[in-house]
């Protein structure tokens, strides 16, 4: 089988297409075919040695796909040849097989291509438990979307709406403006002609209660500083590059929580509530409230590319690698 490897940390340039054994299959695994896979801001640093997890070289990135189960080990319990599932790996997912255990696993919905299954879990996932468990967002309050036309910025917005709060988009160009209120968001901020501050004081003169933040840098701050009474500051990434530095005083005069998404460990803490999360997901996506934007798809020898343009802030919504 092919796989995009990494087998020296550096760009996405650097990254080898090469045919390799396919991985035996163990007591308890399941071998899938997969047909996509999604880029994710985690690949960019990956490849870079720069997140939590440096998985041992070689490595393919990619860490959620979609394809076909094509064979079952002994003692696997729920999943069977031929089924059509979603795939969170954290990294192996630029290749033609997976072999993984079913706890990694997720039914792909019939009506859901290939394309969107691969670029819907970590993104939704990841934005509903933010909105969900973290922040707890009610009917009837404003959250505010930063980097909103991204892959998690998207589906925030969507599942913002879904869940009947009156959301604000920060976006950096009017054609991403164009793309977030086709996705549902009431109003859009562009960064690049609008200060953030002085138009928050205008569209939410209260402040706003929720801050979804996956960007950092110099925004951070300035959304902090206009957020309500009680409100919930979203730690989600920093796709900018910069960590912010906040000054706590300001979480004591606005009485707000700064709170941290990590949406990984929560899967691995709390299996049983993650599952309940993507069968609440799937559901949205079958009533139609939510649905992945893939704006580009690459093939598998093109998959640094991919990641190049993830790096350099060319992607809206989600791009996908194709086998």
């Known amino acids: 089988m092919k796989q995009l490897l990494c087998k020296a940390y550096g760009p ?21 075919r997969l047909h996509a896979a999604g880029v994710n801001f985690p690949d960019v640093l990956i490849i870079q040695g720069k997140y939590q997890f440096k998985p041992e070289m070689p490595f393919a990135p990619g860490g959620e796909a979609a394809g076909v189960i094509t064979e079952v080990g002994e ?22 097989e997976l072999v993984v255990t079913p706890d990694r696993l997720a039914p792909l919905p019939p009506s859901m291509p290939f394309e969107e299954g691969a670029a819907f879990l970590m993104t939704y996932a990841t934005s509903h438990h933010a909105l969900k468990q973290r922040a707890r967002l009610r009917q009837g309050e404003t959250l505010l979307v930063l980097g909103a036309a991204g892959g998690v910025g998207l589906a925030a917005v969507e599942l913002g709406k879904a869940m009947g709060a009156r959301v604000i988009a920060g976006v950096s160009t009017d054609e991403k403006a164009e793309i977030a209120k086709r996705h549902g968001a009431d109003e859009v901020i562009v960064y690049s002609r609008e200060g953030l501050r002085d138009r928050l004081k205008v ?45 706590l005083n300001l ?63 060319r992607v809206t919504g989600k791009v996908v690698v194709t086998m």
């Open 12 to 32: 996405p340039e650097s990254l080898v297409l090469e045919d390799v054994p396919p991985a035996p299959l163990g007591r308890g695994e399941v071998r899938v």
């Open 75 to 96: 003692k696997v319990a729920g999943f069977a040849a031929g089924d059509r599932v979603i795939v969170m790996t954290g990294w192996g997912a630029f290749a033609e």
């Open 203 to 247: 569209l939410a003169p209260e402040g706003v209660d929720v801050v979804y933040d996956p960007i950092g840098g110099d925004y951070s701050e300035q959304a902090l500083r206009s957020i309500a009474w009680k409100g919930r500051f979203l730690v989600v990434g920093f796709a900018s590059g910069p960590i912010p530095s906040i000054p």
């Open 251 to 313: 979480a004591l005069l606005k009485g707000c929580e700064i709170v941290g998404v990590f949406w990984g460990a929560f899967t691995a803490r709390e299996p049983d509530l993650h599952r309940e999360n993507v069968a609440e997901l799937i559901h949205l996506y079958e009533e139609g409230k939510i649905r992945p934007l893939v704006s580009k798809t690459y093939p598998l020898a093109e998959g640094g590319q991919a990641i190049r343009d993830m790096m350099e802030r």
